[in-house]
């Protein structure tokens, strides 16, 4: 509250103060001024009278000059009393207003979980810092104050809203870090903040692509969402994604070595209608696969600390014992394309920046749920095994009876892991993670080259994370069933 903003304070606050200082200044120099009147009518009788005239009008003016000193003072006295309670008053009425609709204000976001988060140096913040639209001047905290109650003035004189009720949310903002000052937008909305981490090569652009594409093409208009832009940038993103949709291509993250470039970037939009209210913010934030393999990044991952949900993405080519055995099954395009990144040591490094970005200890468990998604599952056999195949064709099996699909997939993976010798992986993530949950999928539904992209399972992780999040969302996009925590996983 006590940042100092470039507009005009309230006049009880600033002026007030020192107008009342006068008044009440003024009034005792002028009884002051009466005393010394007396005084010196006192010394010209003393000094010009007849000895016993002089006497009677000496005690004469002392008796006026003790009457006037004395009643003169205790009338200031009370005037000054009256005009100070008079300035405390208003003062505190001032001070009770805009502190209960400073903390109205306060309630509403945190009610309605809105914060904004910057894509480029991944901070949190309540709310960003406002630029005046007039003069640009930049106002750190545009809340209800002493600059204002629901307004406030700027010192150029345009008029500033100070609450979400009443346009806050349309004036430009930028990050309140002020070493990162970049513009931020969706002021006001609910964010859902969610990475994709895996080593390169392992699938999280393709991914990421996918369930994009999909989401905003047929989920949000089934229902009944409409989805509003971020931000140019972001719609450059899009526009590459929905090329590399048609065509069956990935585009390859940069790796960002420039220390001025964040090492992850997020692809960023707004879903409102059927009654969401706030808008929410979806951030999926692709995180370039070198950050994990050599340990290297330009900025913390802060995102960790406020995700939502976590996509971890294995590549299944590059578990050792799979990729011996199918080698010889694999495309060229899926061989070159195979990850090398090796999953054990992907996990520990990211283990340990999500300590980092969290504070957790090393024996304590993450509360994000993790979902935990094989990727490229349309090759080497994989449908068979791991996939919606496989599933429906054990759904009728007696021993996954009762059973829902979600969690036969992720009894299916599981096993699928620890027969191909990363049972220790798989524990690591039950101890680490208290929600977690495995996935299979095809973000390209083929190998790359062949087309547009059909995928399949991309949803399914998603909406099992998103739905976690946001229980309105989940009350509209259900079409899965989830039991929690799996049954395989009891
Ligand atoms: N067969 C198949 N290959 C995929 C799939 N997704 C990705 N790939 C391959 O893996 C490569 C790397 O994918 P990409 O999404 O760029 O990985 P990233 O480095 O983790 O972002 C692509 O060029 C594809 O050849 C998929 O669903 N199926
Ligand atoms: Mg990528
Ligand atoms: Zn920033
Ligand atoms: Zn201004």
Redesign the pocket.
């Known amino acids: 509250m006590g940042n100092h903003q470039p507009a005009k304070i309230s006049y009880f606050f600033s002026k007030g103060y020192s107008d009342a200082g006068n008044v009440i200044k003024g009034a005792w120099v002028n009884n002051w001024g009466t005393v010394k009147w007396y005084r010196t009518k006192l010394s010209d009788s003393w000094n010009s009278g007849h000895s016993v005239a002089r006497w009677f009008l000496a005690v004469l003016w002392i008796f006026g000059m003790l009457a006037v000193f004395a009643v003169g003072s205790a009338v200031t006295a009370i005037f000054t009393v009256v005009n100070v309670a008079v300035l405390a008053a208003a003062m505190s009425v001032i001070y009770l207003c805009f502190s209960i609709l400073w903390l109205a204000d306060l309630i509403y976001l945190k009610s309605h979980k809105i914060f904004s988060t910057c894509p480029i140096c991944k901070a949190k913040f309540l709310l960003p810092s406002f630029i005046c639209p007039s003069c640009g001047a930049v106002h750190t905290e545009l809340r209800p104050s002493k600059y204002g109650i629901l307004k406030r003035q700027c010192n150029c004189g345009a008029t500033m809203p100070t609450t979400f009720a009443n346009g806050r949310n349309g004036l430009p903002a930028i990050c309140s870090n002020q070493e990162c000052a970049r513009p931020i937008f969706g002021i006001g909305s609910r964010p859902i903040c969610i990475p994709?981490i895996?080593?390169?090569?392992?699938?999280?652009?393709?991914?990421?692509?996918?369930f994009s594409y999909d989401f905003i093409q047929s989920v949000m208009p089934s229902i009944g969402l409409t989805k509003e832009n971020y931000d140019s940038e972001k719609e450059t993103i899009y526009a590459t994604m929905q090329t590399d949709y048609t065509t069956g291509?990935?585009?390859?993250?940069t790796r960002e070595t420039d220390p001025s470039k964040p090492s992850s970037v997020s692809y960023s939009f707004l879903t409102t209608g059927n009654g969401l209210k706030p808008k929410r913010l979806l951030h999926i934030y692709?995180i370039?696969?070198e950050v994990f393999t050599d340990n290297r990044e330009n900025e913390v991952q802060q995102q960790y600390d406020y995700s939502h949900g976590i996509v971890l993405?294995i590549?299944p080519l590059s578990i050792t014992d799979f990729a011996n055995n199918v080698w010889d099954r694999l495309?060229s395009?899926?061989r070159?394309?195979?990850?090398d990144a090796d999953l054990l040591f992907i996990m520990d490094s990211f283990l340990q920046k999500l300590q980092q970005a969290t504070g957790l200890s090393d024996v304590q468990a993450s509360g994000v749920p993790l979902a935990v998604v094989i990727?490229?599952?349309?090759?080497a056999g994989l449908p068979e095994m791991i996939g919606d195949k496989a599933v429906n064709a054990l759904a009728s099996d007696q021993a996954y009876s009762g059973w829902k699909q979600t969690d036969i997939m992720d009894d299916l993976c599981r096993k699928f892991l620890r027969d191909n010798g990363m049972a220790a992986f798989e524990l690591a993530i039950k101890h680490k993670f208290k929600k977690n949950r495995f996935f299979s999928?095809?973000?390209?539904?083929?190998?790359?080259?062949l087309g547009a992209?059909k995928?399949w399972g991309v949803l399914r992780v998603m909406q099992w994370l998103i739905a976690s999040a946001d229980s309105d969302i989940a009350k509209i996009w259900n079409t899965e069933v989830f039991s929690d925590p799996p049954q395989g996983a009891k």
């Open positions: 994709v895996g080593g390169r090569n392992t699938g999280k652009t393709a991914f990421i692509t996918a291509e990935t585009s390859a993250t692709d370039a696969g993405i590549d495309s395009i899926d070159a394309s195979a990850s990727s490229k599952a349309d090759c999928c095809s973000a390209i539904g083929h190998e790359r080259g992209y995928p």
